[in-house]
Every structure is written in C-alpha cells, then in structure tokens.
C-alpha cells in the first residue's frame, strides 16, 4: 500500500505550523480509505522524530531530555498538562527506543499522543521548507515500507 | 478508629525533624512504632502530611501557575536521576495542585498510596533540601508545620464527629 500525497500534505500541513483551519480542512478531506495510510505516517513521523531527538544519548541523559521535554511541552498553558498524559507520553517516546511496552494503553490515547509529540517534537526542530520536505520523504518510504 | 482524633506530641515532632535532616532513613529506627497500631502510624504520617502541605504552600506562594507545578515535577524526577520511576508525575502534581488550592487535574489520577507516599517525601525533602534552612529556619518550619497538622486534625475530627 502506498502512502498518498493527499495523506502527506495533511501531516505537511500540521508540522509545517499551518493554520489550524488549514490542517483541519486538508483532514477532513481524508477519508476511511486514508485512516491507514495516515496512521502508518504518524507511527513512522513520530519513530524517526523520536529518534533524531533522542537516540543518540546515553541511558541517563536520555531519561533526563525525554522528562524535560515532555514537561516543555505540558507546561505551555493552562489545558496542556491535563491534553498530554505525561506517563503515556513517556512510555510511547521509551517504546520508540526499544524499550517498555505500549501494550496497556488505549489505542485512541496513542494516536492522540503520537499526534502531539510529533508536532511538538517537529516544532523544536525548527526544519526550514528543505528539511522537512526531507523529514518528510523519509517518513513516507518508512511508513510504506510499513504498510507492505 | 477516627483517625483525625490523633494527638500529634513531642515524639511526632522529634520524628519530623529527624527525617527532615536525615531522610526516611530516620525512620527506620521508628519501624516498630510504625506498625504498633494505626493511631501511632496516623500520628506520625498526619506530621508528615502537614509538613508537606506547608511546604508546598510556601514553595508555590504567592503566586504560581499550573505549569509551574508541571516543571517544578519534571525538575524533582530528573534531580531524584535513577529514582526517577518511583514518583509518578499525575501523582505528584496532583497532591501539589490539592496543597496549593489549585483547580484538580482533569485526566483519571493512579489511586496509588504508595506513589501518593513516595510523591509526598520526595517533594517535602526536595523543597527543603531547596530551601537551604538554618536551624531558626528548620524550627520555624517545623512548628508552623505542627500549628497547621494540628488545625487540620481539628477541622477533618470536627467533620467526622457531624
């Protein structure tokens, strides 16, 4: 299966900090034929996000930027400490790295989680056009390959 | 038993300032006291309960906002470095947000007493270790934390007896 354009622009749409309208109509263009597709593209965003960010550390320093980072990303505003579950949020990042399971959480939870980390973790970032159309070729051959 | 009808005495206050300078290795020697009946244990914990309730107090006073009580958690899980597993953030926020007044979390909090203990002693022993007390300062803290654990006994037995 392959992942569309339509379903890559949506995602574009968010982590290039469009406006909320924009992202929101490019989704509810996507339909059921899309929900796997675009699924594939989250898990697959988020696992090479994940990775840029955090792999490279030793096992304290990562625990270290893992905490602060979520705690950065709570910490914004009145709503988003209750919106991200900072132990769900620390569990899918620690399962990205090959450690723990995700097994017990709601399937629902983690898409929702892995929506909000990969735009918080692509926003740090700060990717010029350049690099995020490049985050984002990487992402969709991983999400096909993912998909076959 | 009611347990807010305890009596916090002399010993509770002496346990207090122990495990303040020393740590929960204080009351290793207060085990047997511990387990003697609840009302010893209530003792002992309702202190230690309004301990870090003052604490919080002081620490997020006058003014704070939530996501200050989100990063002072985030600080005390990566200063406690491999014990960081043992304080469950929704926890710990939770019982700094119920201190300090501030409106509850809305997402389902773990109904966990002993993360709920572990949260507590790990924020009461890290605003005081923050706090940098010189011995008018300790006893200062110690005995407008008896003051409060006494008013709070007071007020949760004038309830129960309703």
New interface residues.
Partial sequence: MQVTDRQLATLRSQLAGRTAEEHLRLFNQLGESDNAGYAALLAAGLFEAIQRRFAKSNH?SQ??EI??F??AS?????E???AI???IA?QIILHALGKGTIAGIDGKAVIRHQIMLLAALTAQARYNEEELDAFLSQVRADAEEMLE | MDYSAVQIGEGNVLALRAFLLEGPEAWVALRDDLQKDDETAAGYMSLLYGAFNVAVRRRFSPTYTVGDIVRFVADLRIKAEEDADLIDTLVAEDLIRRAVDAPPLKKEVPDDLTAALHAEVYILLYIVTESDFDGAGLEQFIEEATTYTKEWLAVRHAKAAQ
């Avoid at chain 1, 709570?74 to 009145?78: A, F, G, K, T, V």
């Fill in positions: 304290a625990q270290t905490i602060d979520i705690a709570r910490e914004r505003s009145e988003a400490p209750d579950d900072p132990n620390e």
